[in-house]
């Protein structure tokens, strides 16, 4: 059974401030890797998604996250972060042969003005 | 639609009760999910539909779960004699996806999830 690891549940971080936050898997097979954002009083929503080619991917409100096959981690980053971008995160992993996607148990963020 | 659509919003039940959330997915949307989501906690697969055809169900938590999609768009998750484990955020999420797509199509989108309160 595949799994995904994200190693801090909350965070807390000052405008400009940069930002990682890490997410493992634990599935050997093909992939395709998610990070969805859920901010507050909204449905969850796409960030940015990975299905092959350039491992570096980016998405909206420059975001950005990078696969690295052999470490199994698909970590999100932004160099600053902003007010608004106060929300939870989920990693998400969705093996092609089964179909469906496995969640992380998200992070939250919180950005002081 | 535009959007996947849920209802009800909140449900608050007596334990022992059966209530029915319904999901009605993006028009023209092949695969449609149900997660569980508990406070604090990621979405937790439960079932998954590609057309009408039930292709996965090993996350329902047990036989008083029940799901359908018997025309292949508009989906009902069944709870039945509900019990206090059972409160949670229930989401459903439409993608285009299928087996012999592309992975363009894999990405999940979400309705607002029906909140549901076992007292």
């Known amino acids: 059974a595949q799994s995904v690891s994200q190693h801090n549940h909350h965070v807390i971080l000052s405008e400009a401030a940069s930002l990682e936050l890490g997410c493992n898997y634990s599935y050997g097979g093909t992939v395709n890797l998610f990070w969805y954002v859920q901010y507050p009083g909204q449905h969850l929503q796409l960030l940015l998604k990975?299905?092959?080619?350039?491992?570096l991917v980016k998405g909206i409100k420059g975001f950005e996250a990078e696969f690295i096959k052999s470490k199994f981690s698909f970590n999100l980053r932004k160099p600053s972060v902003q007010w608004s971008d106060t929300a939870e995160y989920f990693c998400?992993?969705?093996?092609?042969?089964?179909?469906?996607?496995?969640f992380g148990d998200g992070t939250t963020l919180t950005v002081k003005p | 639609g535009a959007g996947v659509s849920q209802s009800p919003r909140y449900k608050v039940a007596k334990r022992g009760q059966d209530v029915a959330l319904r999901c009605d997915p993006i028009?023209?949307?092949?695969?449609l999910f149900w997660y569980q989501q508990a406070l604090g906690q990621g979405p937790e697969f439960l079932t998954y539909?590609?057309?009408?055809?039930?292709?996965?169900k090993s996350g329902l938590p047990s036989d008083r779960f029940f799901a359908e999609r018997p025309e292949g768009s508009v989906s009902t998750l069944k709870i039945q004699r509900t019990q206090q484990e059972d409160s949670a955020v229930y989401l459903c999420?439409?993608?285009?996806?299928?087996?012999?797509?592309?992975?363009?199509?894999?990405?999940?989108?979400f309705g607002a999830g029906s909140r549901l309160t076992v007292l």
């Open positions: 539909f590609q057309n009408e055809a039930q292709l996965d």
């Open positions: 028009s023209g949307h092949v695969s």
């Open positions: 999420a439409s993608s285009p996806f299928s087996r012999t797509g592309n992975s363009g199509a894999n990405v999940l989108t």
């Open positions: 990975y299905f092959s080619g350039d491992p």
């Open positions: 998400a992993v969705l093996n092609t042969n089964a179909g469906k996607s496995t």
